[in-house]
């Protein structure tokens, strides 16, 4: 497809189970960023890919999230030990060369609800 | 702390008038600035973006954005809103150095016939 692709676009899941969001980003683009939309805020930065390496994964709450993105492109995120805490909108955004010199182009996201 | 204040949860709007929303943000230097647009069932969109240069900032859908540093504002306009402008819009900032976008809550348009 010609945007970013996210999958599921709905998740729900039982508290202590374990969850992946998959991703697939624009070809061709090297910058891969995740984001999380909890109802009523802005989106959080999660973690951000340049190629097939994290460059920053600040963003993640604590180590039950996990982020990969094995051949630099579709990445998927990983969450273990699900809580309701969790539910929210992941979102997923590409970009060719990163945020200032290319426009980061995002999915519709993913909504986890957590029961 | 680097942040972005949006102080208006929802503004309702008749389709045919003006809109102005409005953006703060709190940074050591002047950060690059950003609105975004998300309609339902969609992704965010790039509306407009700010680096340098001319304060008054033209984007896509007739919006612009003026950039004021004496009062570390962003805010966007559009000088007659169509129904179709009805979305939540959110602004956003990153350092000069820096590759993570923070965002506003967003502000909720809604359009009235």
């Known amino acids: 497809g010609a945007g970013v692709s996210q999958t599921p676009s709905n998740k729900v899941t039982e508290k202590g189970k374990y969850v992946e969001l998959r991703c697939d980003p624009i070809?061709?683009?090297?910058?891969l960023y995740w984001y999380r939309q909890s109802l009523g805020q802005g989106p959080e930065f999660l973690i951000y890919?340049?190629?097939?390496?994290?460059?920053?994964d600040s963003g993640l709450p604590n180590d039950r999230f996990f982020a990969v993105r094995p051949e630099g492109s579709v990445s998927t995120l990983k969450i273990q030990r699900t809580e309701r805490g969790d539910s929210a909108v992941y979102l997923c955004a590409s970009s060719t060369s990163g945020l200032h010199t290319g426009e980061l182009f995002f999915g519709e996201g993913s909504r986890l609800t957590v029961l | 702390a680097q942040s972005v204040t949006q102080p208006d949860i929802h503004i309702t709007v008749s389709e045919g008038a003006s809109l102005e929303l409005r953006c703060n943000y709190s940074y050591g230097a002047t950060p690059y600035l950003f609105w975004y647009v998300q309609s339902p069932g969609q992704g965010l969109q790039l509306l407009l973006k700010y680096f340098s240069g001319d304060t008054l900032v033209q984007g896509i859908k007739g919006f612009e954005a003026e950039f004021k540093r004496s009062q570390s504002s962003f805010n966007l306009r559009k000088p007659s809103v169509h129904w179709s402008d009805a979305a939540e819009y959110f602004c956003a900032a990153a350092g000069s150095n820096d590759y993570k976008l923070s965002f506003g809550a967003g502000t909720t348009v809604t359009v009235r016939a």
């Open positions: 890919f340049q190629g097939t390496g994290a460059a920053d």
């Open positions: 070809s061709g683009h090297t910058a």
